[in-house]
């Protein structure tokens, strides 16, 4: 019988006429596994023991992983997945559900379906040119010396929605920054195209437009594999995917989104979130600052809140510090990757009960079925965590009491696995394999990649390190990284 990579067999599931999910679909990496769906109450206990009990002291950082790596992952997120199923929906066949992102690094997030088709993403006079946005014609609250109507807020709509192809990008105020600093690193390579700065054989034959979005589609995947995810992953793994091939990940003609990957190992930035940020030079705890970035400030300026935006000058992002971009900043650094969220996830404004992001995430692999981490492990070649391993520290004796040291749900078996393999500061041996196959099979799974067009391509932009290309270098080359100064 064949093995069906893009589906599983699950009880009371459809099965599709063909071996692999079909285009835009979820699907499973594990088909044959069975699923685990153990008590909501025994889910529900875990994820309440899921908590940061101390946000701020400094040994839960990551010292590998600054903190402008956890809303890129968000960013990331938006750009290949899009699941609009309740949480309530019980058992969801994922063939039946619907990506309304195309599973592909190719920044659709960004560029919609282009300025033929969506134009008002665009600037009216020169439709090679994302629109930017200008912050709030009143002063800021924290800091009213700061110029107002500043090119540095999301373009919007007189109703003050942001005017940008995924409308989740303006859901908090740092992925917000991140997807301006997109448009405006866009908008940068086609003055660099016109004035002949840059320079490069993929460019003949295309329009400014053309060529631009390839050059930005390029390096953000570049990024995508070696900036962002060998910072978060075992390095080793990735590079066993590169040179040996995909062995879990498998897809037709296209790929697909595997649950496994969206509803578990993705959602490890749950884990990076910091309670509070130092900001900008404004809002910092540092001397002079007028009160730290809290993660409810974050959420408040933006459209999606009903709040204040465009955002007021004095909440333009200050990069250098989520960034290593000036060795003078002290940068933001991420959470640990361990089985803990700051207190704030607890309590998620604007959602229907559970309030608990950890809670909404265990609940929602069980109603996907997916398998037990111990399970995936011994599927992919690996020794699972040990009963001790599981039933260590605050969660672990929660686990413990529902039998979860034995079987465990997949998301917290990962984090517990970054946690006890990795150190807290990247992601064991089943999170790691599961993002270095996805990632992999996203960009060799898009006919216009640089993987599939050209696999020995370099980045061209300038950079630290000629010839490779980091979020660092994105934001230098954008020239943006702190408007207000110091």
């Known amino acids: ?15 599709p006429p063909s071996e ?66 309740a949480l309530g929906d019980m058992m969801v066949d994922p063939l039946a559900v619907k990506n309304f992102r195309t599973p592909k690094l190719d920044l659709d997030s960004l560029y919609g379906s282009g300025p033929d088709v969506q134009p008002y993403l665009y600037q009216i006079d020169d439709s090679d040119l994302f629109l930017i946005g200008k912050t709030n014609q009143q002063p800021g609250g924290g800091d009213s010396s700061i110029p107002t109507e500043l090119p540095n807020d999301l373009p919007r709509s007189p109703s003050t929605l942001a005017i940008i192809g995924d409308p989740r990008n303006d859901e908090n105020l740092i992925v917000a920054q991140t997807h301006l600093a997109f448009l405006k690193f866009h908008n940068k390579i086609v003055e660099g195209i016109r004035d002949g700065s840059i320079k490069s054989d993929s460019i003949m034959g295309k329009s400014t437009f053309e060529a631009a979005r390839e050059l930005v589609v390029w390096h953000y995947q570049w990024i995508v594999l070696f900036d962002f995810l060998s910072r978060v992953i075992d390095q080793k793994q990735l590079i066993e995917v590169l040179e040996g091939g995909r062995r879990f990940f498998k897809f037709g003609q296209d790929p697909f989104m595997p649950v496994e990957f969206s509803v578990a190992a993705y959602r490890l930035g749950h884990s990076m979130i910091r309670a509070d940020y130092d900001y900008n030079r404004v809002f910092t705890s540092r001397p002079g600052g007028v009160t730290p970035a809290t993660l409810q400030l974050l959420f408040l300026f933006t459209a999606q809140s009903g709040q204040i935006v465009p955002i007021p000058s004095d909440w333009i992002i200050d990069w250098r510090r989520f960034f290593p971009i000036d060795p003078n900043v002290p940068v933001n650094l991420s959470r640990q990757l361990d089985p803990f969220l700051v207190d704030p996830l607890k309590n998620l404004p604007n959602v229907p009960p559970p309030n608990s992001l950890a809670v909404r995430n265990l609940l929602r692999g069980r109603n996907l079925g997916l398998p037990a981490g111990q399970d995936v492990a011994r599927c992919m070649g690996f020794r699972p965590l040990s009963k001790e391993d599981i039933s260590t520290g605050q969660d672990g004796n929660v686990a413990a009491q529902f039998g979860f040291d034995v079987k465990s749900p997949l998301w917290y078996y990962i984090l517990k696995e970054a946690q006890i393999q990795g150190n807290g500061v990247r992601l064991g041996d089943v999170g790691s394999r599961i993002l270095a196959e996805v990632f992999v099979g996203l960009i060799e799974g898009d006919r216009n990649s640089f993987l599939s067009r050209c696999s020995q391509w370099t980045p061209i932009l300038p950079s630290e390190k000629p010839g490779t290309f980091t979020m660092t270098d994105l934001l230098k080359f954008v020239g943006d990284a702190n408007p207000i100064g110091d």
């Open 1 to 15: 019988m064949l093995r069906r990579h893009g589906f599983g067999p699950r009880k009371g599931e459809h099965q």
């Open 20 to 85: 692999f999910a079909p285009t835009g679909k979820f699907g499973r990496m594990f088909p044959n596994l069975p699923a685990f769906t153990p008590s909501e109450e025994g889910l529900t206990q875990l994820g309440n023991a899921m908590n940061d009990t101390d946000p701020n002291n400094p040994k839960g950082d990551n010292i590998n992983v600054p903190a402008g790596y956890t809303y890129l992952g968000q960013f990331i997120d938006h750009d290949i997945t899009f699941d609009t199923t």
